[in-house]
């Protein structure tokens, strides 16, 4: 086994057991703490595919900022252990068995698929920023403006909401 | 090197225990979180599809759903500091005013 695909395998092992976490954990606080440990390990796949600009956003907004504010939210709420009330069968019965169908259908479909791009092999070859960011300011310039008013009305959105109401 | 279907199964387990996690949560920050978990898998297969297809255009959708991931999380735990000042509680259960 060459060093690359061990990489990817211990990555991989780190993002699955971290959701697994995610899931089993009962305190809000700890399953954030798993969702990090997931989106460093996929960093760590974006730079083992030479994504490295992605990889980098990948942690700073991800791994940094989304993730303080969740954390954030979840202390200033003082958000304790999960509360079991009387848990709806319907997801029991029929929604986990559809989700791990789900996943089945779409890894079984992509592993017996013979198209020429699924067998393409992963350089690791460095994706030039430079590329990038010609690609994103040339042919992606409307939509990446549009995401800046996007994020003004997301700041107002979230200050309107969060503010006490004034009577 | 490592095939692209590696990427793909990966980012399908991903999706799915998002999901699973997305359906089994009470708590609405942790379910807030499992869509999060979904974004990523999607990321992680427009990465791996771009690096198959030696087209850029994949990692610049992944820096667009980062964007929208993040307008979207202020808003949401925006969203969730009222619920829990309304309802002094965070699980999902409690909220059910569209309930018959």
Redesign the interface.
């Known amino acids: 086994m060459?060093a690359?695909?061990l990489v990817?395998f211990v990555l991989?092992a780190l993002?699955?057991g971290g959701?697994?976490n995610?899931?089993l954990q009962k305190h809000?606080i700890h399953?954030?703490l798993s969702?990090i440990v997931?989106?460093v390990s996929?960093a760590g796949?974006?730079l083992?595919?030479?994504?490295e600009?992605?990889a980098a956003?990948?942690i700073i907004?991800?791994g940094g900022?989304?993730m303080v504010?969740?954390v954030f939210?979840?202390m200033?709420?003082n958000?304790g252990i999960?509360?079991?009330?009387n848990?709806s069968k319907l997801?029991g019965f029929a929604?986990?068995p559809l989700?791990?169908a789900?996943?089945g259908f779409?890894?079984a479909a992509?592993?017996r698929?013979n198209d020429a791009?699924?067998?393409?092999?992963?350089?690791?070859a460095v994706?030039p920023t430079k590329?990038?960011s010609t690609?994103?300011f040339r042919e992606?310039v409307y939509?990446f403006e549009l995401?800046s008013f996007?994020?003004l009305?997301?700041?107002l959105?979230?200050?309107?909401?969060?503010q006490r109401e004034h009577s | 090197?490592?095939?692209?279907?590696?990427?793909?199964?990966?980012s399908?387990?991903?999706?799915?225990?998002?999901?699973?996690?997305f359906?089994?949560?009470?708590?609405v920050?942790?379910i807030?979180?499992?869509i999060?978990?979904m974004l990523?898998a999607v990321?992680?297969a427009f990465?791996?599809?771009?690096?198959?297809?030696g087209q850029?255009?994949g990692?610049?959708f992944?820096?667009?759903v980062?964007?929208?991931?993040?307008?979207?999380?202020?808003?949401g735990?925006?969203?969730?500091?009222?619920i829990?000042r309304n309802r002094q509680?965070?699980?999902v259960?409690r909220v059910d005013l569209l309930k018959l």
């Not at chain 1, 067998?119 to 690791?124: A, E, F, H, L």
């Not at chain 1, 959105?157 to 969060?162: H, N, P, Q, S």
């Not at chain 2, 799915?16 to 996690?21: K, N, S, T, W």
């Open positions: 060459n690359p695909l990817f991989a993002a699955v959701a697994v995610l899931i809000p399953s954030a969702l997931v989106m996929l796949l974006y083992l595919m030479g994504a600009f992605v956003v990948q907004v991800y900022a989304i504010l969740f939210v979840i200033l709420l958000a999960e509360e079991h009330t848990f997801a929604g986990i989700a791990l789900v996943t779409i890894a992509v592993a698929s791009v699924l067998s393409v092999s992963q350089t690791g994706a590329e990038l690609l994103l992606f939509p995401t996007l994020i009305i997301a700041i959105g979230a200050i309107v909401l969060a | 090197m490592i095939p692209t279907s590696y990427y793909l199964v990966l399908a387990i991903l999706f799915g225990l998002g999901v699973v996690a359906i089994f949560k009470r708590n920050i942790t807030f979180m499992s999060e978990l990523n990321n992680l990465v791996a599809f771009s690096r198959a297809l850029l255009d990692q610049v992944v820096l667009f980062i964007v929208v991931a993040a307008a979207e999380a202020a808003v735990l925006g969203i969730v500091i009222l829990a509680s965070l699980n259960e």
